[in-house]
């Protein structure tokens, strides 16, 4: 599979219909994010059940303010349609897959009944 890019039409449905997504917040501009983007694409060829996404700031700019993106690249994790995970700066390669290891292994119900302080 191979990383998709996403706009403000279809960044809910992508998130919110595919079990596990990461989205790469990026821009061309950006020397981090050309470093970043290697790593990212050498991922999605390791790991065929998620969905790699990547937005582009500067094409997407009311997409990237509604996220809350303050600087780039910024990695989003989703899973069952809930952000699991957010942070600004590019990964080496071996924190992006410490990563995917903790989404995987993430129970988002038990998640979500405990940030509701159930």
Do not use: Y
């Not at 039409?9 to 290697?38: H, K, S, Y």
């Not at 050498?42 to 509604?66: G, N, P, R």
């Amino acid at each position: 599979m191979s990383t998709i890019e996403l706009t403000a039409a279809d960044f809910e449905q992508t998130i919110t219909g595919n079990d596990i997504v990461l989205v790469d917040f990026w821009a061309a501009w950006c020397g981090p994010c050309r470093m970043f983007a290697p790593i990212f694409a050498a991922a999605v060829d390791q790991h065929t059940d998620i969905v790699f996404a990547k937005v582009d700031t500067e094409a997407e700019q009311a997409l990237a303010a509604a996220a809350g993106i303050t600087s780039i690249p910024t990695l989003m994790a989703f899973k069952e349609g809930s952000l699991v995970f957010s942070q600004p700066g590019a990964l080496p390669a071996q924190a992006l897959e410490q990563v995917i290891t903790a989404v995987r292994e993430l129970d988002v119900d038990r998640a979500r009944t405990v940030a509701r302080g159930a």
